[in-house]
Structure formats: structure tokens, C-alpha cells
């Protein structure tokens, strides 16, 4: 995808070198008012990435602009135009939300207390609570009104819906799916692929720590089809074969859409990250 100046988030070549690990060459532009979804496997290097573009490491090389600026020289603005969720955000447990908001407010400049008190009434919150009495749910929607109480444009979200139940995960991706009405620009990056099935407007798949695709959601849904197979897998399919799984009475195999017999059926995401991740030689 073509890179724009005033892309919420716009990365260039961006690498991270570990003994036994490379992050290589993550190149990626994202528009405004959009859902990514960022995927792969655990150790694919999703949280290495995120890391990076937060600043949390420092890249082996590569570059990271938040509309259309460095980091370096607009720290300030970029922080007041990006927020930052996650489920593994914590708080002072026993402290009053009104409390650690107060504090947090003191960071941003145009914090905006209106906002604050909308959200938290549009996501149920109490400020005389503390973070203990939250469940997981509602610990992300406090994060979230924090982070667009200070008028945070763009959301970076690390499995934001990680342990929660499902009536918890779709009430946040309703929430989700309204504030990118709402002109917000999100990036997504979760291994409960369901979520963005229901949500993404765009799928970027990091495997061995190198992009392995990155296309419109309904276009890398559509790239694939899966042939079960009852019994030894014909050679046919074998050889056109993009992974396969074993099931009870044989396998099922990923194609290419051109190469998938009649009566092949749509994957889901977890069957096509599933699958590739199955290749011969992995």
C-alpha cells in the first residue's frame, strides 16, 4: 500500500536483530478510519514490532513516523495523538479510577475532561471504583477513555480482548467498530482471530518475523478455499498444497482459491493461519 504523509501510523524497513530471532524488513502504511489486524503465531514478532513503534526498544534500523512525523523531534504531539492499550496494562489496584485519571490527565496538554466524563458514562464506568473491582473488560474500556480523553487519533491495541468471555469481546469490538466510525484509526494485533473477522478492514500477517501478507480483509479471506479430505490426501492436492492438518478421518488442505476443487469451502482466519503455519518444512 502506497505511503501517505499524513498516515496515523506509517513504518519503513524496520528491523530488530536478536540472537535467534530477526524482525526483518516490516514495511507498512495505515489509512485513517480503519481497522488492521495485525497477526501471526506467538514468537512471529507482533509484541517486538509494537515494542518498536512505541519506542519500548530501540530498532536494529528502520524508520516509524505517526502522521507524518518522527518521533524524535514531536514526541510530544505524537504521545497527545496516540493511545495505547492493553490487556496487560496495570494500575495501582486500590486506588480510586478518579484518582489515577487525575494523574494521567497531567501528562497531556489538551486533556479534555468533557470527553473523559462522556466515555466513561458511554462504557459504564464508575470513577469512585478502583481497578480491582473491574473485571478485564472494563479495565480496557477505562484504558481506551483515558487515551481518548487526551484525544488520541490513532489506538494501538495489544490483545485487547485476550481472557475475556465472548459477550465482553463483542461489546468491545461493537466499541471498536463505532470509533472507527467515528474517524479513529486502529491497529489491532490479537491471536483470537474471530475478533477481527468481525471488525478488520485489513489483514497484515507476520510469520518468522517477516510480513507474509498484507491485504484488504475480504481479498486475504477470499486468496484461500480448504479441501477436506477423507483418507489419503489425493496427489493432485498434495502438489498445489499450501499446508495441511490432520483431522479424524484424514486432513483438511489449504489452496490457493484458482487451485481448490469443487466443493472446497471459505477458511476462517485461524484455519489459514493454521494451515500456513503447517507448510512442509515449518
Not at 12 to 22: M, P, Q
Not at 45 to 64: D, H
Not at 266 to 272: A, W, Y
Amino acid at each position: 500500500m502506497a505511503e501517505r504523509n499524513n498516515s496515523p501510523l506509517s513504518i519503513r524497513g524496520l528491523c530488530k536483530y536478536y540472537e535467534g530471532f530477526h524482525l526483518e524488513d516490516v514495511t507498512f502504511s495505515l489509512e485513517k478510519g480503519t481497522i488492521t489486524g495485525f497477526i501471526g503465531r506467538n514468537g512471529a514478532g507482533k509484541t517486538t514490532t509494537l515494542n518498536a513503534v512505541l519506542s519500548f526498544i530501540a530498532p536494529t534500523k528502520g524508520q516509524v513516523r505517526f502522521f507524518g512525523l518522527d518521533m524524535a523531534s514531536h514526541a510530544e504531539e505524537i504521545k497527545q495523538k496516540t493511545g495505547f492499550v492493553s490487556a496487560g496494562m496495570t494500575y495501582y489496584t486500590m486506588k480510586k479510577l478518579k484518582t489515577i485519571t487525575k494523574v494521567n490527565a497531567s501528562f497531556y496538554p489538551q486533556w479534555d475532561d468533557r470527553a473523559y466524563r462522556r466515555y466513561m458514562t458511554r462504557f459504564g464506568l464508575d470513577g469512585n471504583k478502583t481497578p480491582a473491582a473491574l473485571s478485564n473488560g472494563m479495565k480496557i474500556k477505562y484504558a481506551l477513555a483515558l487515551a481518548l480523553s487526551h484525544g488520541a487519533e490513532l489506538l494501538i491495541l495489544d490483545e485487547p480482548t485476550s481472557g475475556l468471555d465472548p459477550v465482553s469481546r463483542e461489546e468491545l469490538i461493537e466499541i471498536f467498530l463505532s470509533l472507527r466510525d467515528e474517524g479513529k484509526t486502529i491497529l489491532f494485533s490479537t491471536h483470537i482471530t474471530s475478533d477481527l473477522e468481525k471488525c478488520a478492514d485489513r489483514m497484515i500477517f507476520l510469520r518468522r518475523g517477516q510480513i507474509a501478507a498484507d491485504r484488504p480483509y475480504r481479498d486475504f479471506a477470499a486468496d484461500y478455499r480448504i479441501a477436506e479430505c477423507v483418507g489419503e490426501v489425493p496427489a493432485d492436492i498434495q502438489e498445489k498444497s499450501l499446508g495441511a492438518c490432520r483431522t479424524r478421518d484424514g486432513a483438511t488442505v489449504l489452496l490457493r482459491g484458482v487451485d481448490a476443487p469443487a466443493g472446497s469451502r471459505v477458511p476462517t482466519l485461524d484455519e489459514i493461519m493454521i494451515h500456513l503455519e503447517k507448510e512442509e518444512g515449518q
